[in-house]
């Protein structure tokens, strides 16, 4: 499976940004997405998932302004990320996971995208 990140760039505090993950492969639908990002000079954070059911799930610090979704017909994932905070300024990677039930740290993630940088100005 190959994951292809991307829609990131530069945006003010308080807009929007959608992401795009695309993925490679027959079995898509099977796949557990995640969500992760990595600030400088920080550890990889889980910011959520998308189960296959459509069924997601948060961490409390974007809970309220990110949505994830997934058209598995387009083998494609997406984060919409809204009100938008300086400290959500990352690279954001999407992941895929199998054979799990609700993985939220990076060792559990099967497949991983290159990334794509999200900058939020102040």
């Known amino acids: 499976v190959q994951l292809q990140a991307s829609g990131g760039g530069l945006v003010q505090a308080g807009g929007s940004l959608t992401l795009s993950c695309a993925a490679s492969g027959r079995a898509f639908s099977m796949y557990v997405m995640g969500w992760f990002r990595q600030a400088p000079g920080k550890e990889r954070e889980f910011v959520g998932r998308?189960?296959?059911?459509?069924?997601?799930y948060y961490v409390d610090s974007v809970k309220g302004r990110f949505t994830m979704s997934r058209d598995n017909a387009k083998n494609t994932v997406y984060l919409q990320m809204n009100s938008l905070k300086p400290e959500d300024t990352a690279v954001y990677y999407c992941?895929?996971?199998?054979?799990?039930?609700?993985?939220?740290?990076?060792?559990?993630?099967?497949?991983w995208g290159q990334g794509t940088e999200v900058t939020v100005s102040s």
């Open positions: 998308v189960m296959w059911s459509g069924g997601t």
């Open positions: 992941a895929a996971a199998t054979g799990r039930y609700f993985p939220q740290y990076p060792h559990e993630y099967d497949y």
